[in-house]
């Protein structure tokens, strides 16, 4: 069936400094990447998604990047700052064209900490 | 601003009791998931639904049921509670493709973090 990895399962960088954090897929008919964000004991809230049309999109300070080929996206944090550290979650789906239904999958999560 | 409640914060049940989570959500959405959350292991999907009395199993249905008869609402059912279904649930809605945007974003719930003993 589907599945989504998702890498590293933790991540530590200094304040400032950039995080990278990488998702593969497994059904090449996924059309919709989402990114979610999750802090401590809140619900996860969507960040930034890309469509398989586009190879990269950005907004401020986040960017993802798709390889379709490779079925392999990436969500990049530049000068990060102490707000950034949370849950980060990948997620890939396939929209029906037929049907309202969207399975959406999730990778398992990256804790993202930002030292001082 | 959408708004997806669910019926419990925290919730405690013995091993072998009948449970109801329930979600609603008031922005018309067609679309309703039910997902787990654990440590380690990500979101993964138990039911969804696209329409009132249509469901579809996820990943991970064994165990729990669904019931959708209302478009808002959004209720999963532990037929006999588990150690094993100890968990944090969250609900979640998005808009379907009619009349909605192009990409299916997921509203969440604040969850339920149920424990069964």
């Known amino acids: 069936g589907e599945n989504v990895e998702q890498h590293p399962s933790t991540l530590s960088v200094q304040e400032g400094d950039s995080a990278v954090i990488k998702c593969t897929y497994s059904?090449?008919?996924?059309?919709?990447f989402p990114w979610y964000k999750q802090e401590l004991g809140k619900r996860p809230q969507l960040i930034i998604d890309?469509?398989?049309?586009?190879g990269e999109k950005k907004d401020q300070r986040i960017a993802v990047t798709l390889n379709k080929t490779a079925k392999h996206f990436s969500l990049h944090i530049t000068e990060t700052q102490p707000e950034d550290s949370a849950v980060y979650f990948c997620a890939a789906t396939r929209r029906r064209e037929y049907s309202s239904a969207s399975k959406i999958i999730f990778g398992s999560g990256t804790r993202l900490s930002i030292r001082p | 601003d959408v708004k997806v409640t669910q019926s419990s914060r925290y919730l405690v049940k013995r091993t072998g009791e009948k449970v109801f989570l329930e979600c609603v959500q008031d922005m018309d959405h067609e679309n309703m998931f039910w997902y787990r959350q654990d440590p380690g292991l990500g979101l993964r999907l138990i039911y969804f639904s696209y329409d009132v009395k249509m469901k579809e199993k996820g990943d991970i249905p064994e165990g729990y049921s669904v019931s959708r008869e209302k478009k808002e609402r959004f209720s999963l059912i532990l037929e006999s509670a588990s150690t094993n279904q100890t968990s944090m649930y969250l609900c979640?809605?998005?808009?379907?493709?009619?009349?909605?945007?192009?990409?299916?974003?997921?509203?969440f719930g604040p969850g339920t973090r149920l424990t069964v003993t």
């Open positions: 979640a809605s998005s808009p379907g493709l009619a009349g909605g945007p192009r990409n299916p974003n997921l509203y």
């Open positions: 890309i469509r398989s049309n586009v």
């Open positions: 059904d090449s008919a996924s059309n919709y």
